[in-house]
């Protein structure tokens, strides 16, 4: 049963990326594992020299936009802007989808810095309608200069009405107003500085989803700021991530 992991973020620079990378990496050793890039700065794809993205091969351009390495597979569906994917078939890009991820066991998206952005519509539409998985596990990162910043009000239940949005559309029915689709497994926050934990708690406090989420601090790694971080071990914090991801892959139930 394929399995599907968000990776999200409020701001550019969080490393969302690396976190994505890491997480990736580590579960191709065990899963056939897709890395989706879909995100503004196409860091993922740039470390792996891969110059073509998905939308520009429907347009004609004949370069590969996806790299297969073991049981990983990276696919580059990062984006400039909402031109990039204007006049896009859709219908051309859901069977491409479907068959670059045919026989994959998780699939792991590494989002741009926004909860909607162009290229979501597309992509989150193909997959749900090719899959039939509507559930949307969440990883989200934040650093640690995004604490004084309120824009995580009502994050959690505006993206969970977003989903809703298109699972209500894709199947043709209503759900109620509390139905949860979206499921944040972990908050990594990512980058912190000393002085920064004391704002923490204040950050979190009044969504019930993310208090209640399994949080994973990680301090500020100089090495992992490098464009080539794909060639530095994962720090012992990330470690202790991923273990808790892949005991949620093990037992799936036992999160929110």
């Known amino acids: ?29 065990h899963y056939s594992t897709a890395l989706v890039d879909k995100t503004y700065s196409g860091t993922i794809s740039r470390i792996f020299n891969i110059n073509n993205n998905i939308f520009s091969f429907l347009r004609g351009k004949s370069e590969l936009f996806y790299l297969i390495k073991g049981n990983l597979n990276i696919i580059n569906m990062s984006f400039s802007g909402e031109n990039s994917i204007n006049n896009i078939d859709f219908n ?39 899959f039939r998985h509507f559930t949307y596990n969440t990883i989200l990162v934040l650093s640690g200069d995004e604490f004084p910043i309120k824009r995580y009000l009502n994050y959690t239940s505006l993206l969970n009405e977003f989903v809703k949005h298109y699972v209500e ?8 107003k509390d139905t949860k689709f979206l499921r944040v497994w972990a908050i990594v926050i990512n980058k912190l500085l000393k002085g920064q934990e004391s704002k923490l708690n204040e950050f979190l406090e009044g969504d019930e989803i993310l208090l209640k989420s399994a949080k994973f601090v990680v301090p500020l790694y100089p090495s992992l700021l490098q464009r080539h971080f794909k060639e530095v071990d ?6 202790k991530l991923i273990e808790y991801v892949e005991s949620l892959i093990r037992e799936p139930t036992s999160v929110l």
Request: proline letters at 4%.
């Open 1 to 29: 049963m394929m399995l599907r992991i968000n990776i999200i973020g409020f701001k550019g620079g969080s490393g969302k990326s690396t976190i994505a990378y890491y997480l990736a990496r580590q579960l191709s050793s």
């Open 92 to 130: 051309a890009f859901k069977y491409l989808y479907s068959k670059l991820l045919k026989d994959i066991d998780i699939v792991i998206v590494d989002h741009s810095s926004l909860p909607h952005d162009f290229a979501t519509e597309i992509e989150l539409k193909a997959f749900m309608e090719n």
């Open 169 to 176: 559309d894709i199947l043709g029915m209503t759900f109620s």
């Open 234 to 239: 994962p720090p012992a914090e990330i470690l």
